[in-house]
Nanobody, 122 residues
Framework: QVQLIESGGGLVQTGGSLRLSCAASGPTVSKYAMGWFRQAPGKEREFVAAISATGSETFFADSVKGRFTISRDNAKNTLYLQMNSLKPEDTANYLC???????????????WGQGTQVTVSS
């Protein structure tokens, strides 16, 4: 049974940085791609970033490209999202996700955690 626990969210000013973590447990979690999604109040969940099973490939939404970095430590079963130059429109609940593919394809994710809230003040 996969379990995903996100942490690291909080309140930050525009232009600030946060680092999110996702502790993953499960027999095969390190064998598949992982990613981050976000959902703001009243909006649909949207893809943010993904990383392949080995960490060799990454993929980002255009809205965060150049500002966010995704990484993983398979020895610790932990996924990270480094967020820099944060904007008010980045405010959302950020959810960690696991995929059914080894590659970071946004449409292959099939399990999400509960999320950690990120609020960016203007």
């Amino acid at each position: 049974q996969v379990q995903l626990i996100e942490s690291g969210g909080g309140l930050v000013q525009t232009g600030g940085s946060l680092r999110l973590s996702c502790a993953a447990s499960g027999p095969t979690v390190s064998k598949y791609a992982m990613g981050w999604f976000r959902q703001a109040p009243g909006k649909e969940r949207e893809f943010v970033a993904a990383i392949s099973a080995t960490g060799s490939e990454t993929f980002f939404a255009d809205s965060v490209k150049g500002r966010f970095t995704i990484s993983r430590d398979n020895a610790k079963n932990t996924l990270y999202l480094q967020m820099n130059s944060l904007k008010p429109e980045d405010t959302a609940n950020y959810l960690c996700a696991t995929s059914s593919s080894i590659w970071p394809a946004p449409n292959a994710f099939n399990f999400w955690g509960q999320g950690t809230q990120v609020t960016v003040s203007s």
